[in-house]
């Protein structure tokens, strides 16, 4: 029995609820409604979510335990059955409360309360799935493969004929040389824009350009991968790299890196633009009326004062620099390499996932599980940034408020 | 003792100046630098990419022969269905060599080359034809034939004598051939709209692929995010930003959700495959599971901005609504939220633009997979939005991983696709905010 039928009997029966709920405190107050304390359509609105809510939990949780038993066929009988039962004794409790003196607008809100509560806690319950998603199949892939030569082993060379190398480092060498690139062609590019946007630029000046420099933020990454690809790798190959001797590969750290860095400029101007401002004028005054010039005001008072918000901006770019993955898959190029040389095809921790988990994948085999065990160390790394910067920029705001 | 005007500069003066004037147009050279990139992407994607919304087709007239396409001569689709599409591609190609000996055009090329200059696709769409509309046959047919991917390239720009004496799948007699035909009016180029309707075509025949298929699974994904996202967002934001007590729990919310709108969109892919693929069993690549990882990923992105736009409805609001008798929750239902919709319907947008380019999380709930039927936005056998489908981003990434070059221009093609799509989005955003905002 399918829980279509359920489903239709407590939309029916939370409608119908309604009406009578509402009749019900009409004829209770005898025609005149004054003697109520909730008006009638508060008393039906309660009896409505009174059936509907419960019933509904029912269904949720029946589908997560079916799912956590393995349960594959149809729902036994009793299922719907104890739904609609469910159903028909929140109707019925309802119902029976329908009174002159019952405060039905309380009991109505705390039933519409309970469905906020519910929303928020889906934020709780992503992390929750996230953690748990990767943390039972890591669980699973160190179960077949030793820990110490996923953490220390330098070789990854994953084989699907089984006793592959998995070793991590290289992948976290090439995610965090790439990074390290986009950051040094992000940051100064992002900070002196943002410097010049805010303290420097007309209003004029700043209402055209600033948007202008946000709309690379609203560019999707394959559209920014694709760039790469066709464009930015052909040319450091032709005009850089095969000139100096550096290597022939189109797909290397420095394309990758320097489209990532172009990706990152919107974010790092944005982040630090909302941090310079947030400097009070008075420390600007100050310094201006001392005698220092413009400049000297920016270099010796407000970047210091933005210092840890800054930093923090810069850590949160960090952690979106390391789980950025269409980029690096089109343009970092897939061989896992412990090397120095910019020009030269590595790899990234995003791209193992990706090619790991696309394609025939056996959920047994430890080099499909080590996708798993990836996402997890990125998670981890990425969340430390993110909760560092977080707490950075937080108690810099309540420094200056 | 010397006296010195005001208005000479000493030296340090100069050096001073000189560093100020330095230091600002560090500035200029950042923004500079920033525009330069902005304007080189959005060219390279224009240049490269504007080829995919023209194709080169052959035109010629066609006698479909009887003899060879319904033997029996009854006109029946169940007998003749039994012709399959080499046969017709026989067809095509004897009809192409009558043109061009009507035309007058000499070549040396052989019959089986020029054969090659129709598209594959091209015999399997004339046998739709010719199937749906058996009369058809022994007529004289019009026919808009698709050029083969090299020649179209060639018309663009893409394929030149000199790749062609390199590539075994064309020639340079075949190009040859191929502008002494377009002089003649066979061949043309002309704007390619089915670009936009057309599903994928495989490896062999880059002409005929288009986004139909892409778009529509994309445009299923949205009201699924749409749908889930919206409400979902407004009611935790309502909770956290109206009713939550200041409490442990509510900051563990608070950060939870600064953080997920941190986490990297593959991790949420992870999750998709876990939890909705391997746990829960939906289908595989179906714009149900997508539309449900990106709701969870867009979700933090509009619980942010409807705070915001809640927060800025002024308190004096609330109180008017609460000293006439109503609820805290009436007060936020009638009144505050109302005032706040612009601000949350413009918060929603650039979540779900933000959800339409996202491309990593999608890699791994199979969205990959090729697909050439239009997705059902609902089948008895697979459910609501349960159709294996493709997304745009997905087909883009898709047709960078093949080896003909046309696939990466068609890829470029999209692109532009999507960056019109998401300019819209954008700019309905910007037309809500200036027309509604309202300013305390």
């Not at chain 2, 001073?16 to 050279?29: H, L, M, P």
């Not at chain 2, 805290?328 to 009144?335: E, I, L, N, R, Y």
């Amino acid at each position: 029995m399918s829980l279509t039928l359920p489903l239709l009997f407590i939309a029916a029966l939370s409608v119908g609820g309604f009406f009578i709920a509402r009749s019900r405190a009409q004829s209770a107050a005898g025609g005149d409604i004054r003697k109520l304390a909730s008006l009638p359509r508060q008393h039906g609105l309660n009896t409505a979510l009174s059936t509907a809510i419960p019933a509904l939990f029912a269904i949720l949780a029946w589908l997560f335990a079916a799912r956590l038993l393995s349960y594959r066929d149809a729902a036994p009988i009793w299922v719907p059955l104890a739904i609609m039962l469910i159903a028909t004794l929140g109707f019925i409790l309802s119902i029976m409360r329908v009174s002159v003196t019952f405060r039905a607008r309380t009991a109505a809100e705390g039933w519409i309360r309970s469905l906020l509560i519910g929303a928020s806690v889906i934020a709780i319950l992503t992390t929750v799935g996230i953690v748990f998603s990767m943390l039972f199949e890591s669980i699973n892939f160190f179960s077949q493969y030793r820990w110490q030569d996923f953490f220390f082993s330098t070789n990854w060379a994953p084989n699907f004929r089984g006793n592959s190398d998995l070793g991590i480092l290289p992948l976290l060498w090439g995610t965090l040389y790439i990074s390290v690139i986009a950051l040094i062609f992000a940051v100064p590019i992002g900070l002196f824009a943002a410097v010049y946007l805010s303290e420097y630029a007309s209003r004029r000046t700043r209402s055209v350009f600033k948007p202008l420099i946000e709309i690379l933020a609203g560019i999707p990454t394959i559209v920014y991968g694709l760039f790469a690809l066709v464009t930015v790798g052909p040319f450091l190959r032709d005009y850089f790299a095969q000139p100096t001797g550096f290597g022939d590969s189109a797909s290397s750290v420095m394309t990758a890196g320097l489209v990532m860095g172009i990706m990152l400029i919107p974010f790092v101007s944005s982040l630090s633009d909302d941090i310079i401002n947030a400097v009070p004028q008075s420390l600007r005054d100050g310094s201006l009326g001392l005698g220092s010039t413009h400049s000297e005001t920016i270099r010796q008072v407000v970047l210091p004062a933005a210092l840890p918000g800054i930093v923090g901006a810069i850590l949160l770019a960090a952690s979106r620099a390391i789980g950025e993955t269409m980029i690096v898959v089109l343009g970092a190029g897939a061989a896992a390499r412990l090397d120095l040389n910019p020009f030269e095809a590595m790899t990234t921790v995003t791209v193992k996932i990706v090619s790991q988990l696309t394609g025939d994948t056996d959920f047994a085999s430890p080099e499909t599980l080590v996708a798993f065990a990836l996402g997890l160390t990125l998670f981890v790394i990425t969340l430390a940034l993110n909760v560092l910067a977080l707490y950075i920029v937080r108690r810099y705001r309540e420094q200056y408020e | 003792m010397t006296s010195k005007s005001l208005l000479t500069e000493d030296k340090r003066t100069k050096a001073r100046n000189a560093a100020e004037r330095r230091f600002k147009s560090y500035g200029v050279a950042a923004i500079a630098v920033a525009m330069m990139a902005l304007a080189i992407l959005l060219t390279s994607v224009i240049v490269k990419g504007i080829g995919a919304f023209s194709q080169t087709y052959v035109t010629i007239d066609i006698t479909l022969p009887a003899d060879r396409l319904d033997k029996d001569g009854n006109r029946d689709p169940a007998e003749m269905a039994g012709v399959t599409t080499i046969g017709y591609a026989s067809v095509l190609r004897d009809g192409l060599i009558d043109t061009l000996a009507a035309a007058g055009i000499e070549t040396e090329v052989s019959d089986r080359d020029i054969g090659d200059m129709i598209s594959k696709e091209a015999s399997a769409t004339v046998r739709n034809r010719v199937l749906a509309n058996p009369d058809l046959i022994g007529e004289t047919v019009n026919f808009n034939l698709l050029a083969d991917g090299r020649i179209d390239g060639f018309f663009k720009g893409r394929v030149t004598m000199e790749t062609a004496s390199r590539d075994q799948n064309v020639s340079p007699e075949q190009l040859v051939l191929a502008e002494q035909m377009a002089e003649a009016g066979i061949i043309e180029t002309r704007i390619n709209w089915a670009f936009l309707s057309l599903p994928d075509a495989s490896d062999q025949r880059p002409e005929a692929a288009g986004l139909g298929v892409a778009i529509l699974g994309s445009l299923y994904m949205m009201i699924v995010v749409l749908v889930l996202a919206l409400p979902i967002a407004v009611a935790a934001s309502i909770y956290l930003e109206e009713f939550a007590p200041k409490n442990r729990w509510t900051d563990i919310i608070e950060v939870n959700i600064a953080n997920l709108a941190a986490v990297p969109s593959i991790v949420y892919g992870i999750l998709g495959l876990a939890i909705f693929i391997n746990f829960m069993e939906f289908n595989q690549s179906s714009p149900l599971v997508g539309g449900l990882v990106l709701t969870l990923m867009t979700l933090p992105t509009i619980i942010i901005s409807t705070r915001a736009a809640l927060k800025s409805v002024p308190p004096s609001i609330r109180d008017a609504a609460l000293g006439v008798g109503a609820s805290k929750m009436q007060s936020v239902f009638h009144h505050v939220l109302p005032l706040a919709a612009p601000g949350i319907l413009t918060g929603t947008i650039i979540g779900l633009a933000q959800a339409l380019g996202e491309t990593a999380p999608l890699l791994l709930i199979g969205m990959v997979a090729f697909v050439r039927d239009y997705p059902q936005a609902f089948s008895d056998s697979a459910g609501l939005f349960g159709d294996p489908s493709t997304a745009l981003p997905v087909q883009i990434y898709n047709w960078t991983q093949r080896s003909d070059p046309a696939f990466v221009e068609r890829a470029q093609g999209a692109i532009i696709v999507l960056l019109v799509f998401l300019l819209i989005m954008n700019a309905a955003a910007i037309i809500l905010r200036r027309k509604f905002e309202r300013r305390w």
